[in-house]
């Protein structure tokens, strides 16, 4: 996690995670991965709710990628709870649209 982040940071690109998952829960992730991001708490799925991205009662993993505008440029919703982008997918996309 800390490499995307040092290569977000090189592109001018900044990153907030969204979690679902309790507050603690959520600390103790952030702390295991090395998350240096700020980290927005969503335990009501309020937000997940807002871009679409709910299974029921459950979050489900995606990234957006959102322009200075607020107009999402790129996204990626998983299929299910594993199924996340590589870093180097999101990178090319960041990439692409920064050209």
């Keep these: ?5 040092g290569e977000l940071a090189a592109r ?3 990153i907030v995670g969204i979690s679902a998952d309790p507050p603690e829960d959520s600390k103790k992730f952030a702390a295991k991965l090395g998350i240096e991001f700020p980290l927005v708490q969503d335990v009501g799925l ?3 709710r807002a871009y679409g991205v709910v299974d029921g009662e ?5 990234v957006f990628v959102i322009s200075r505008e607020g107009v999402i440029v790129w ?3 998983g299929e299910r709870s594993s199924d ?3 870093s180097a997918l999101v990178l090319e996309q960041i990439d692409a649209l920064q050209r």
Excluded: E, F, W
């Excluded at 996690?1 to 982040?5: E, G, L, R, S, T």
């Design 1 to 5: 996690m800390a490499k995307i982040q």
């Design 12 to 14: 001018s690109v900044g």
């Design 46 to 48: 309020g937000i997940a």
């Design 58 to 62: 459950v979050a489900i993993p995606a």
């Design 75 to 77: 996204q990626y919703i």
């Design 84 to 86: 996340r982008p590589t």
